[in-house]
């Protein structure tokens, strides 16, 4: 028997690291809902993290400590939690709220995770889209 308990501790050992999303949803109703859980997901999978749920705020008003980043917070204090994942920076809210919550989320040791970062359109890539775009095409006809 004790055989058997080793074995399954030695399993539990290399799961992937835990993490919980959190998402803002005002607005989109579920379809939408559905995409951004489906987002957090895959990215979970693609970077071998354990999605182990979704917290939602579903009010327009942005307190920084609303019901579902409470129940965030609360997660994360969770011994084996490796860090929260969310969207895209806007889902922690406005500048104020976010730096906040940055700050709550990290204070707990755990790791904050964006799928999209703000730093998608780069300056150095900005140029090359604009050239690549439609005026050039008018010359080949």
């Not at 904050?112 to 050239?131: G, Q």
């Amino acid at each position: 028997m004790g055989m058997d308990d080793e074995l399954i501790t030695e399993r539990r050992s290399v799961a992937f690291p835990q993490v919980f999303g959190y998402l803002r949803h005002v607005t989109g109703g579920l379809a939408r809902h559905a995409a951004l859980v489906g987002c957090l997901t895959e990215y979970c999978r693609q970077h071998e993290l354990t999605l182990c749920g979704v917290f939602t705020d579903r009010d327009s008003a942005v307190a920084v400590r609303s019901p579902a980043f409470v129940g965030l917070l609360d997660a994360l204090e969770l011994p084996d939690t490796y860090g929260a994942v969310v969207p895209a920076p806007s889902h922690l809210g406005p500048k104020r709220v976010a730096g906040e919550r940055k700050r709550q989320i990290t204070a707990s040791s755990a790791r904050l995770i964006v799928v999209r970062s703000t730093t998608r359109p780069t300056t150095a890539s900005a140029p090359s889209l604009e050239a690549s775009a439609g005026p050039h095409r008018q010359g080949d006809t």
